[in-house]
């Protein structure tokens, strides 16, 4: 199209299409792109620092996301806009747990990956939810949401619940503890294995059984037959082999010593013993350590911060480099002796331990997320060295390698909002400029429109009491009522009662919520049918009122019936149902007798 334009003349247009074939051409789609994270993965190290700030940036970022799974071919993408649901629960459980309720209501009959993925990380992140309601979500996840360490943990809340919580006097707990427990054995046993979830233990069968429940039974795992997987025994080394690994290097003295030293750890094979005495982490530490102290007494402080850059840079991109912080944590030991030197030197062994520790299981090639105390202790130390240090790293990542850059976003704006380079700004402005900087970058290579549905975020402002957090995770458990298997519905039905006994303003409030939603005659049936039989003669909440009133007008007859039920339990008036036209055969007989 350039070149048609310019053949007619207009050098204009011609420019305008070319900018745009270049932009679609630099745009996100390269194989494996996982940019998008550098947005979504310091969201929680923002939220620390201005909780309002960082749900702004959610909602933001939340288009990208869902463009970043549509625009690509799926590979290492697929996933994002699960990640990005996983970050609302993180950030603003109140919002996630409503906005999953909403789309569930909304598309009743289908399942949602993104609500499973908010679901479970509400499950995983909300520990100070009040148990009854925590366990009622627990149990609507299914089979899913097994995790042994976070089940007992429940458990064990639910057992220390006050004597006069009507949990007790409701004897709900026996029935939450057996609900919990059915997830380890709802699956049949010829898929049983380590690689279908864990195993019900006897610690979570003690946990249920201190509640007065059954717990789950004992299930011996699938064998495994795959011998691929089988560790195979490290080869006993020749006797040269092993007498080299026993002894230390003979190293020189001063710079030259340190650089020895790493590059003589490095070599070393792939199967040889890692606790001989030559491979020994406590053994480099020293010698670089020693080495350094050496080097500053010698040729003064400029020289030693030279010699860590260098022992950095000889570590490699998968070396040792965590030995950078106990490096760090030993100058700080002689910093009364010289504090300016040690002092700087420490802070520029922490900020390189900081950027050369491959964050994310190693996933990231620069810093990350997972070691900010050594970003934070080289600022409390010496803030312009540290800053100066971590500059350079940022400069050389950039000029660097091929994919060296992934993680130096993340790992500045998480770094910023942990503790500002400049301690004379205000703490969450330098991270969240560089978290702008990227968003505008990320953007441009996103053009188009996300088709996101019912699914959009309005950040909450403010902070959220835990009861309204409590509320909107109820809604969530009884809006998995939408779910299409039998099995989601029946434990919806088993959360519903539990709540309606033990927690009835939350039961209420939620059941008005799902109420509200076109579901069909038999799940709208079902849940009124819980309704009658948990609140007997308990006051009803006006928004449930409410809607019962709107329900027993309903075309539908089953419904139209319990709802005036649960009204004339309450002592509420039941509205007539509404006029309807007659059938036409009916019509048509009345219509005969009426003749002369």
Not at 158 to 163: F, G, I, K, R, V
Not at 180 to 204: F, K, M, N, R
Not at 213 to 227: F, M, V
Not at 340 to 350: I, M, P, Q, Y
Request: proline share 8%; net charge negative; with cysteine.
């Amino acid at each position: 199209m350039a070149r048609v334009s310019l053949a007619a003349g207009d050098p204009a247009e011609a420019r305008r299409c070319w900018n745009r074939a270049a932009r679609y051409m630099a745009a996100y789609g390269s194989h494996k792109d996982s940019t998008i994270h550098e947005l979504l993965d310091p969201l929680p190290n923002l939220a620390a620092a201005d909780p309002d700030q960082a749900r702004t940036r959610l909602a933001r970022v939340q288009p990208l996301a869902y463009l970043v799974a549509q625009r690509t071919d799926g590979r290492s993408t697929s996933a994002t806009p699960h990640d990005w649901w996983r970050r609302l629960a993180d950030l603003d459980p109140h919002a996630a747990a409503d906005l999953a309720a909403d789309v569930l209501l909304a598309e009743p009959g289908l399942p949602d990956g993104l609500v499973d993925a908010a679901h479970l990380q509400l499950l995983a992140v909300q520990a100070t939810a009040d148990p009854v309601v925590l366990a009622a979500l627990r149990v609507t996840a299914g089979p899913g949401g097994r995790h042994l360490d976070r089940d007992v943990a429940l458990l064990d809340r639910l057992a220390a619940l006050a004597p006069d919580d009507p949990a007790h006097a409701a004897g709900v707990l026996p029935l939450l503890a057996n609900a919990l427990s059915a997830t380890y054995d709802d699956q049949p046993l010829i898929y049983a294995s380590d690689a279908d979830g864990p195993e019900p233990t006897t610690v979570l069968r003690d946990a249920a059984h201190r509640l007065g429940g059954d717990g789950p039974p004992p299930r011996t795992p699938k064998p495994d037959s795959n011998s691929s997987s089988e560790r195979r025994a490290r080869a006993p080394a020749d006797i040269a082999t092993f007498l080299h690994a026993q002894q230390r290097p003979a190293l020189p003295p001063g710079a030259v010593g340190a650089v020895a030293a790493v590059r003589d750890h490095g070599s070393k094979p792939y199967n040889d013993d890692p606790d001989a005495p030559r491979w020994s982490a406590e053994a480099l530490t020293n010698a670089i350590g020693w080495r350094l102290m050496q080097v500053a007494a010698d040729n003064g402080a400029d020289a030693a911060a030279q010699l860590l850059y260098r022992v950095a840079d000889e570590f490699g991109a998968l070396g040792a480099t965590a030995l950078l912080a106990d490096v760090g944590a030993g100058l700080e030991l002689r910093r009364d002796t010289d504090p300016g030197t040690f002092d700087r030197l420490a802070s520029v062994a922490h900020t390189l331990a900081f950027a050369k520790i491959r964050g994310g299981g190693g996933r990231l090639t620069f810093a990350g997320r997972d070691r900010l105390d050594l970003w934070q202790r080289a600022q409390a130390l010496d803030a312009a060295a540290a800053a100066a240090t971590l500059a350079d790293q940022v400069a050389s990542a950039v000029a660097g390698r091929r994919y060296g850059t992934i993680g130096v976003t993340q790992a500045l704006v998480a770094a910023f909002a942990a503790r500002p380079p400049d301690p004379t700004r205000p703490a969450p402005a330098d991270a969240l400029a560089c978290w702008d900087a990227a968003f505008a970058v990320i953007a441009h290579r996103l053009p188009g429109t996300a088709d996101i549905g019912p699914g959009t975020y309005e950040p909450t402002t403010g902070p959220v009491v835990q009861c309204n957090i409590d509320i909107a995770l109820s809604r969530l458990a009884l809006a998995t009522l939408a779910m299409p298997e039998r099995a989601d519905r029946r434990r919806t039905l088993v959360a519903a009662t539990v709540m309606l006994a033990a927690r009835p303003a939350e039961a209420q409030a939620a059941a008005a919520r799902v109420l509200a939603a076109d579901l069909g005659a038999g799940p709208l049936t079902w849940l009124l049918r819980v309704l009658s039989d948990g609140l007997r003669d308990a006051p009803l909440a006006d928004d449930l009122a409410a809607q019962l009133v709107t329900l027993a007008r309903s075309d539908l007859l089953s419904v139209r019936v319990e709802a005036a039920n649960v009204l004339a339990a309450a002592g509420l008036p039941v509205p007539d149902p509404p006029a309807t036209l007659a059938h036409p055969a009916l019509a048509c007989a009345i219509a005969a007798e009426d003749l002369p």
